[in-house]
């Protein structure tokens, strides 16, 4: 009967610590501690979701490009587009990054749920890829490409 006693205990023991964690949980990666391309696209969808547009425009390089199925639109452009969306969800997949010295070439596709120009976003996900430059200033995006049936 004891050494069922000490097994119970031992077991409940193993049980107690199961649900206790031994490193301190991760902060949630943002534009201050990004450490790949997965976290800079990441913060960069939120701060569009959220509208932190004073965030988002320090990461966009002077230089800016992002080529649609409609065509290119400069930096000024681009951010006009991007304040026109209203985000109600939004989601990464199939995401590949690749790491060339200062650069991150990040592909993926994004679904996202909301309105573009008032209009409704297409559902199908849409192929994505950015290129992210280290600077002085820290990452920023200098071009973007999409190939999808999003609304513009």
């Known amino acids: 009967m004891g050494n069922w006693l000490a097994r119970g205990a031992l077991l409940s023991l193993v049980y107690c610590l ?13 534009w201050n501690n990004a450490t790949g391309g997965e976290t800079l696209e990441r913060s960069f969808w939120r701060d ?3 509208g932190n547009w004073k965030e988002l425009q320090r990461h966009l390089a002077g230089n800016y490009v992002w080529v649609t199925p409609s065509g290119r639109l400069d930096r000024p452009a681009a ?17 590949q990054t690749e790491l060339n010295g200062n650069t991150f070439v990040v592909n993926y596709t994004l679904t996202m749920r909301g309105t573009a120009q008032k209009q409704p976003l ?3 996900p849409v192929s994505m890829m950015t290129v992210w430059q280290h600077q002085k200033s820290g990452w920023v995006a200098i071009a973007h490409s999409e190939m999808g049936s999003a609304a513009r």
């Open 122 to 124: 297409a559902v199908a």
């Open 79 to 95: 951010l006009q587009y991007l304040q026109s969306l209203h985000l109600e969800e939004y989601s990464l997949g199939r995401l």
């Open 18 to 30: 199961a649900g206790c964690t031994v490193w301190p949980q991760h902060a949630v990666a943002t």
């Open 48 to 50: 569009v979701q959220s």
